[in-house]
């Protein structure tokens, strides 16, 4: 009977720990949709396909030229930031005044159109970055290196955002056009300036999640599937907009994800959480943290 | 300082402001008095560019505001504090103010600035830390021009700064106005309270219906008649 209770508190230790690793991967691919949700009071719907853009780039640069993935990381974050800005400027600025349905079909749109792209140029294979990590090994435990390196490269991430939007001007400026858009000429801000900035921030942010999801995932054209709609569930449970809300919704996804996984397959603790997102719907309708107006 | 010459400016097919000239000289105080939906509020966003003229000119010190994209009109001196403060209310005090020095031009005179506004305003040093949304109308309209100033202006244009104020707190935004005058700065004055303004500014125009009716220095305006009864209840 101890023997047994000593190898299931183990069990669950290790599924607490790898919930929380990949609670830090889904608050990253969370906080780049809430901030463009946020300020531009857009949603992108192809978000997980710019993080499958993001995900052969880092494929192509490091399997087909043969770059250190040290280099290739930077070169496709920077890649998928300008794939978000392109985005903005050329779906999203010609739709700010549409009716919101109008930009969901649009970015819709994207989402196959980004598909279909990848089907036609990269082929259905599977591919790998044919990169194994260790694995580290704690008593019974085992975590793997590329979820460890994942979720600190994804806090650093959050880390970087946190400081630029307290610290610097173009931050400053970046959370008070989500308050008030339309005084912000007379701050001598430049809107449209800061919508592209936001763009290529949440970009970023989709290409850093690519570069470390490409460590434990295999890129096909679909791949986007895996993570864009329990990103959505994420940010609409953390209330949509609300950075603080999406981070701690995506730790409890995360857990929900990883303990019902323990007790039976991984799909089961994915069924686990929707189920948890549809009450949590009828129970707290705006999110976790909905603002009390 | 400021000129507009034959301004009109409108939402859409609805026109507010007909024929509109108006002239601010350096250093003086200019209230713009007239009831409510006369278009007051309109004039001032069309000066500071949140809509902009269907016809006439707009010059500030002989350079085209009219010519100036939206964002930069700041840049040419004129700060706005638009109706009802509409500060940031989910960011600190400190960020409301670091908003109004975006420019590049005020960045870099930012902590003297700082300092400037909290001399002014002693209350919003204390504040500094607290989400602007949970102040006080008072504190709220202190931290609004403050942002104004911010950018160091040459021009600050005030829209209705004593709405929805207790009257207590009304009598210290004009004293307020009285203390950034003495400081050089010129003024122009949008006010439903038409005796408090007239007080504290040196000419001041009466707009009704989006055309201006008659103007003169506060002595003068006063006396007219139309102005007592309609507006001062004598």
């Not at chain 2, 103007?215 to 209840?233: C, F, H, N, P, W």
């Amino acid at each position: 009977m101890q023997a047994f209770l000593d190898t299931f508190d183990i069990f669950l230790l290790e599924a607490v720990v790898n919930g929380i690793l990949l609670g830090g991967v889904l608050a990253l691919l969370a906080l780049g949709l809430n901030l463009i949700f946020g300020v531009i009071d857009v949603t992108w719907i192809c978000y997980a396909e710019l993080v499958m853009i993001g995900m052969y780039g880092m494929y192509y640069m490091v399997q087909v030229f043969g770059l250190p993935y040290w280099a290739a990381a930077p070169i496709a974050i920077l890649l998928v930031a300008a794939l978000g800005a392109l985005l903005h400027y050329l779906v999203i600025e010609p739709l700010l005044t549409a009716p919101p349905i109008n930009q969901l079909l649009a970015t819709g749109g994207v989402l196959f159109i980004l598909q279909s792209f990848a089907t036609v140029a990269f082929g259905i294979d599977f591919r790998n970055l044919g990169i194994r990590l260790p694995v580290l090994a704690i008593g019974d435990m085992h975590f793997s290196y590329s979820r460890l390196l994942a979720f600190v490269a994804a806090l650093l991430g959050m880390l970087a955002i946190y400081f630029f939007m307290k610290r610097t001007y173009t931050g400053t400026a970046i959370r008070a056009v989500a308050q008030d858009r339309q005084i912000m000429s007379l701050m001598g801000v430049d809107t449209k300036r800061i919508y592209l900035i936001t763009s290529a921030l949440g970009g970023a942010l989709a290409g850093l999640a690519a570069c470390l999801l490409v460590l434990q995932y295999d890129v096909h054209p679909f791949v986007g599937l895996s993570f864009g709609p329990i990103t959505f569930l994420i940010c609409v449970l953390g209330g949509l907009g609300n950075f603080v809300g999406g981070f701690i919704a995506a730790f409890v996804f995360a857990q929900i994800i990883s303990l019902g996984g323990l007790y039976s397959d991984l799909e089961w603790g994915y069924v686990l959480a929707f189920a948890f997102f549809i009450v949590m719907m009828f129970i707290r309708p705006a999110g976790l943290l909905a603002r009390r107006s | 300082m400021l000129e507009l010459r034959s301004v009109d400016a409108g939402y859409g097919t609805f026109q507010a402001l007909f024929g509109i000239n108006l002239d601010v000289r350096a250093g003086e105080a200019v209230g713009v008095i007239g009831p409510n939906g006369a278009g007051k509020t309109t004039l001032m966003r069309v000066i500071s560019g949140l809509i902009r003229p269907t016809k006439g000119t707009i010059s500030m010190e002989g350079r085209d505001v009219v010519a100036t994209a939206a964002h930069r009109i700041v840049d040419l001196g004129i700060a706005h504090v638009p109706e009802n403060r509409r500060l940031f209310p989910r960011l600190t005090v400190d960020d409301n103010l670091k908003m109004g020095a975006y420019m590049p031009g005020a960045r870099a005179k930012y902590s003297e600035r700082l300092e400037f506004v909290f001399d002014l305003f002693p209350r919003m040093k204390e504040r500094r830390s607290q989400m602007a949304g949970t102040l006080s109308g008072g504190e709220q309209q202190m931290c609004a021009i403050g942002r104004a100033l911010m950018s160091d202006p040459k021009l600050l244009l005030l829209d209705e700064p004593s709405a929805g104020l207790a009257p207590v707190v009304v009598q210290q935004v004009f004293e307020l106005v009285k203390r950034i005058r003495s400081g050089g700065l010129t003024v122009l004055i949008v006010e439903q309270n038409v005796q408090q303004v007239l007080k504290v500014v040196d000419r001041a125009y009466l707009l009704e219906a989006g055309t201006i009716r008659a103007s003169g220095t506060s002595e003068e305006m006063l006396s007219t008649d139309t102005i007592k009864q309609a507006y001062l209840g004598v």
